[in-house]
C-alpha cells in the first residue's frame, strides 16, 4: 500500500540508524552520503546539478536541517522534497525564502562571499584540486569539448569551501589538467608565469583561503594536506588502495588513510530513497530494504 508523505515523515525516527550490511546499498548511494556528511548545520551551500543536489538535500534532512540551499537559477533556501532534475527545475522552488536569477545568485550571495561551501562535478581534477570541465587537449583544437563553465569556475573560487563528486579513472585524476577551468590549490601565476600556490597567487584577496575541501569519487574519498596536494582519507568498501593507484595518473599519498569509507545507515538509505530520489532520477537503482526494514515501513 502507497504512503503518503506524511506517513513516510513520521517513519523516519524508527528506521534504525545502523550502518546497512554488503549488498544493501549501491555505490551511488554511498557518494550521496559521504558528500552529505560535508555539510554543516550552519552551511549557506552552492549546489550544482545531479548527485551534489542530492547530497545537500540528504543533508537538509540528516545531519544538516538548517543549512541553506541555494541553486544557480536563483532560488534561495528551498525545501524541496524530490529532486529536481536541474537547478532550474521549477520543485526546486518549494517553500523558498526568496525566488530570484543569475545576478542574485552569483552578484549577491556569491561574490558577496556568503557561500560557504559549494557542490560541484568536474570532467577531470589535479593532485591539487584543479578541475576542468570546458576541453580535453589543445584548447584551441581539442579532442573533446565539454559544455563549459556554467559557473563552477565562480563557486569553485569563490565559495570558502568546496567539494567535488567526480567519477574515478587514471584519465581523470591527473597531475595537471590539459586545461584549469576551475584553480584548486595551486594556480598559474600570469606575471611569473608559473604555477605558485593559490594563497600567494591571491594573497590579499577575499578568496586567498577558499577552495578544495574534499572530493568523492566512486572509489574514495579525498582531502587536500597543508600544502595543497591531494591525499586518500578512505577508500570504498571492496575498493582496494592498489586498484585506486591504478586509477590516478600521478603518485597518490596513501599514507594517510583512515580506512574503508562507512557504509550508510538504513535512515540515510530511507531519507535518499523515499524523499530525496524516489523517482531514480539521479540514482540508477535501489536494492530491497532487508526484512528488519520492511516490517517497519509496512
Known amino acids: 500500500m502507497a504512503k503518503t508523505m506524511e506517513q513516510l515523515m513520521e517513519l523516519i525516527d524508527k528506521i534504525p540508524n545502523e550502518k546497512a550490511k554488503a549488498g544493501e546499498f549501491i555505490l551511488p548511494e554511498l557518494m550521496a552520503i559521504a558528500i552529505a556528511h560535508e555539510v554543516l548545520n550552519d552551511d549557506i551551500v552552492f549546489a550544482g546539478t545531479g548527485l551534489p543536489m542530492v547530497g545537500i538535500m540528504a543533508a537538509n534532512m540528516l545531519n544538516a536541517p538548517n543549512a541553506v540551499l541555494i541553486y544557480e537559477s536563483g532560488v534561495c533556501d528551498g525545501k524541496t522534497m524530490h529532486v529536481p532534475m536541474s537547478v532550474a527545475d521549477q520543485r526546486a522552488a518549494n517553500l523558498a525564502s526568496t525566488l530570484g536569477g ?141 586498484k585506486i593507484k591504478e586509477n590516478c595518473g600521478f603518485d597518490l599519498n596513501v599514507s594517510k588513510i583512515k580506512g574503508e569509507t562507512p557504509n550508510p545507515t538504513y535512515k540515510e538509505l530511507f531519507v535518499l530513497r523515499e524523499f530525496v530520489d524516489p523517482e531514480l532520477i539521479f540514482l540508477p537503482a535501489k536494492t530491497e530494504y532487508p526484512a528488519a526494514i520492511k516490517s517497519i515501513i509496512g
Request: aromatic share 16%.
Open 102 to 242: 543569475l545576478v542574485d545568485t552569483f552578484g549577491y550571495y556569491l561574490q558577496q562571499g556568503f557561500v560557504t561551501l559549494g557542490f560541484l562535478g568536474g570532467a577531470a581534477i589535479d593532485k591539487y584540486g584543479g578541475v576542468n570541465v570546458t576541453s580535453i587537449g589543445d584548447y584551441y583544437a581539442p579532442a573533446h569539448r565539454f559544455t563549459g563553465s556554467g559557473g563552477n569556475s565562480d563557486i569553485g573560487s569563490m565559495s570558502k569551501r568546496v567539494a567535488y563528486i567526480i567519477l574515478q579513472e587514471k584519465r581523470r585524476f591527473l597531475e595537471r589538467n590539459d586545461y584549469t577551468t576551475t584553480p584548486g590549490w595551486w594556480c598559474w601565476d600570469f606575471k611569473t608565469r608559473e604555477w605558485k600556490p593559490k594563497k600567494e597567487v591571491w594573497k590579499g584577496t577575499p578568496y586567498a583561503d577558499c577552495g578544495p575541501c574534499g572530493v568523492v569519487t566512486n572509489m574514495g574519498v579525498y582531502r587536500f594536506d597543508e600544502k595543497g596536494i591531494i591525499y586518500l582519507e578512505t577508500c570504498h568498501p571492496g575498493i582496494s588502495v592498489e
